[in-house]
């Protein structure tokens, strides 16, 4: 046996409105220019969020352990979020907006970003022919935004000891080397501008490690479109 469920007329006639107004929004929605809005809420909602993600990055505090840091805290890079036009989230671009296929695409052009997603970043070496690649050794160096060879004072090439105790090439001041005859070219710091004295560290490659953060999941991605695409749609319905 079956259980039947009446409906009174009044509740039909209800459905029937409802059905109407849901059709309506439907037309609504559908029309090029809702669609044009849609996917534009889309693309604005994801580079908002990933702008506020990476402002949040940014106010993190840096390291300070190990290589090349040794204790010191290093000025802000910018690196996340910044006014300079280099920072990541100024990186960010609207590369596609397709209402026709309800395709939108943001895109962020940073080489450094890429190598902390990738899931095997490549090692970073010297470019142009050069032996080494420069790393700040002090937060003077890491403020420096001209090249190691126009540091104010003039650097020299020597060996110096890290604070853990290892031999590393490294730039200098240049009144700080001394003539020792040990090591590539004889040439060691004097030490007598005590732990500060080296301005860079010279390494042959640095190897980054995949930064599993860099990047908001791609639920909140989704997230950040889907609030702003739902504010657009309560916009559009609402017009007569």
Do not use: C
């Not at 030490?191 to 791609?218: C, E, F, Q």
Request: no cysteine; charged share 25%.
């Amino acid at each position: 046996m079956v259980d039947s469920i009446e409906f009174s007329e009044l509740e039909i006639r209800e459905f029937e409105n409802a059905l109407k107004e849901a059709e309506k929004a439907v037309d609504k929605l559908s029309l090029p220019a809702s669609r044009k809005t849609i996917i534009e809420a889309a693309n604005a909602g994801l580079v908002n969020g990933l702008r506020r993600y990476f402002r949040q990055r940014e106010q993190m505090p840096g390291r300070k352990d190990g290589f090349p840091w040794f204790g010191q805290a290093y000025p802000k890079s910018y690196f996340w979020y910044g006014t300079r036009g280099t920072s990541v989230a100024e990186r960010i671009r609207v590369t596609l907006s397709s209402p026709t296929r309800m395709v939108g695409q943001v895109t962020i052009a940073s080489p450094a970003l890429a190598r902390m997603v990738a899931e095997h970043p490549q090692p970073i070496r010297p470019k142009g022919g050069r032996r080494f690649l420069a790393i700040p050794a002090s937060p003077l160096a890491a403020n420096w935004s001209g090249m190691p060879k126009d540091f104010p004072g003039g650097l020299r090439f020597a060996f110096s000891k890290t604070p853990d105790g290892n031999w590393l090439p490294s730039l200098v001041a240049a009144s700080n080397v001394k003539r020792s005859g040990k090591g590539s070219g004889g040439v060691t710091a004097s030490g007598k501008k005590g732990a500060g004295s080296v301005v860079y560290w010279l390494v042959h490659k640095v190897n980054p490690r995949r930064d599993r953060t860099a990047m908001p999941s791609i639920h909140d991605q989704k997230a950040f479109a889907r609030s702003s695409v739902a504010v657009a749609v309560k916009r559009i319905l609402a017009t007569q």
